[in-house]
């Protein structure tokens, strides 16, 4: 094998370059490896934009430097001409070269670890690693991720999808974030939680949406009313997950309700031992210890309501067990009990319920939820929490699409 081969293999620069000459260089300080490079014939003089061949301009700023990965514990560079193109489309443009992005002063190579690092330890990390800054870091993943979703179409063949907001940060600030049902993958994120920005994402979605058969969301008014006016074919789903929460909420109040009356008229030790309960009627009846089986069976024996209301929680969640046929009768029986409890939080929770009770019958019906929304919006909180908050909504939505839109890119050198 000549040198040659075996520069461009370690430089990474196999394909459209040629080497001219390897150094090892002063820089400062240190000492660094500049490979003088040039883009071969048929590379030459096109548009960074568009790919196409171009007309000379002029000599831009001269030579110019894009770092590469590290050979061994030596930095790396690549040295060449800069030349500026006339692209009838996209203008004056500096042209492209095949080493690197559009504007990037950073090799491909480079950059494609960097959004891989980036994806699987925190932007410091990475930052020491690679000798750069975490605001470099963060540039790179935004660069590598509109590179990558410039190639692939997020949006297309999208028919099961699901709706949700997430806090990215303090003051009431949220990012939509739409999801494929099929795949898993984050499609779709936006600053803000209203109908204007739902319709954005219709926006750009256009005549596909025509095609989507299943909407699964939460509650929000502002979710339903967008799906309804743009996508009036799609079945609508609403979450057994906040379903069942609004019942737990009930329980909760319940709860709170017998503990209050309790202390005013005295009893404090049965207050005490009721407060001590909470989790015992939240759980799930397969979490919960011996402990809080013990309470539980006390409560059933001691206090008819609240455990009443501790079974109407029970049966709302089996008809989501069920679903189909049997889980539509289960919640006709349950809501035909919440009403005549004599329970005021379970009596209004049956009003709610009604309201929505299409949507539920859909949820029954076609067993569709947001528990691969709620994942990525865990997932979201657990790359705000690494990387201590994000300056910007863009910023973390470049990190989403990188780690749960299928944008990240394979280490350089190896298989996908």
């Not at 820089?27 to 790919?51: H, K, N, Y």
């Not at 289960?330 to 949507?359: D, E, N, Q, V, Y």
Request: glycine letters at 6%; a positive charge; proline letters at 3%.
């Amino acid at each position: 094998m000549s040198a040659v081969r075996v520069w461009k293999r370690l430089l990474g620069v196999e394909r459209g370059t040629v080497i001219e000459s390897v150094e090892l260089v002063t820089d400062g300080a240190e000492q660094v490896v500049v490979a003088r490079v040039r883009p071969t014939r048929r590379q030459r003089l096109r548009c960074s934009r568009c790919a196409r061949r171009c007309r000379r301009y002029d000599g831009g700023h001269g030579r110019r430097r894009w770092r590469t990965l590290d050979l061994g514990t030596v930095r790396a560079f690549l040295e060449a001409e800069a030349p500026r193109v006339s692209c009838r489309e996209h203008g004056v443009v500096v042209a492209a070269v095949a080493w690197a992005r559009p504007g990037a002063r950073f090799t491909r190579a480079f950059e494609d670890t960097c959004a891989w690092l980036t994806a699987h330890a925190s932007a410091s990390t990475v930052a020491q690693l690679l000798r750069v800054t975490w605001r470099t870091v963060t540039a790179i993943v935004t660069r590598v991720v509109a590179d990558l979703a410039g190639r692939v179409d997020q949006l297309d063949r999208l028919r099961r999808i699901g709706i949700d907001e997430i806090a990215h940060r303090k003051g009431q600030r949220y990012l939509t974030c739409v999801i494929d049902h099929d795949t898993g993958r984050l499609v779709w994120a936006a600053p803000g939680r209203d109908m204007a920005t739902l319709d954005v994402f219709f926006d750009e979605l256009g005549s596909r949406s025509e095609a989507l058969t299943h909407v699964s969301a939460d509650a929000a008014d502002w979710i339903h009313t967008v799906v309804a006016d743009r996508a009036p074919q799609a079945i609508r789903c609403l979450d057994p997950f906040h379903v069942v929460a609004w019942a737990t909420d009930a329980v909760d109040e319940v709860r709170r309700e017998m503990w209050n009356r309790l202390r005013r008229t005295g009893k404090t030790s049965q207050a005490k031992t009721l407060k001590g309960s909470r989790w015992a009627l939240l759980k799930n009846p397969r979490d919960l210890t011996t402990a809080q089986r013990t309470t539980l069976a006390a409560i059933a024996a001691d206090n008819t309501p609240l455990y009443r209301a501790y079974l109407l929680k029970e049966q709302l969640r089996a008809c989501f067990a069920v679903k189909g046929v049997d889980g539509r009768r289960l919640l006709a029986g349950w809501l035909a009990w919440a009403r005549r409890s004599r329970l005021a939080p379970f009596t209004k929770l049956a009003a709610t319920i009604a309201r929505h009770l299409p949507l539920i019958r859909n949820t029954l019906d076609h067993g569709l939820s947001n528990a691969r929304v709620e994942a990525t919006n865990t997932h979201l909180r657990v790359l705000t929490r690494r990387a201590y908050g994000y300056h910007s909504p863009e910023a973390l939505i470049a990190m989403a699409m990188l780690t749960r839109g299928g944008l990240c890119p394979p280490l350089p050198g190896r298989a996908a």
